[in-house]
Nanobody, 124 residues
């Protein structure tokens, strides 16, 4: 069974950090791009960052530049989203997704497999 499982979300104070993990089962990640998306209440799902199969990252959301970093460990079939200096506006459900391509895209339709999401709440 092909599956993605996110973990690492939670409640954090403004200025804090979290690292989200995205683990796969049933397949290997190394030939696919991986994206992180988020969905805030009342808003559409938006692409944040993507990392290609070769390890090149693309940032799609200006508000996270310099604060969020995407990485991957193909040996562990796991991707990560390091989030620093978190702000209340970062509060959302965060999803990882595996693309059908080796290269990055910010289109939801480019991604075939999604995790269930992990809640991140930034509040004092």
């Amino acid at each position: 069974q092909l599956q993605l499982v996110e973990s690492g979300g939670g409640l954090v104070q403004p200025g804090g950090s979290l690292r989200l993990s995205c683990e796969t089962s049933g397949f290997t990640l190394d030939q696919y791009a991986i994206g992180w998306f988020r969905e805030a209440p009342g808003k559409e799902r938006e692409a944040i960052l993507c990392i290609s199969s070769s390890g090149s990252s693309t940032n799609y959301e200006d508000s996270v530049k310099g604060r969020f970093t995407i990485s991957r460990d193909n040996a562990r079939d796991t991707a990560y989203l390091q989030m620093n200096d978190l702000k209340p506006e970062d509060t959302a459900i965060y999803h990882c997704a595996v693309s059908r391509y080796t290269y990055c895209s910010n289109y939801v339709s480019a991604y075939d497999l999604w995790g269930q999401g992990t809640q991140v709440t930034v509040s004092s």
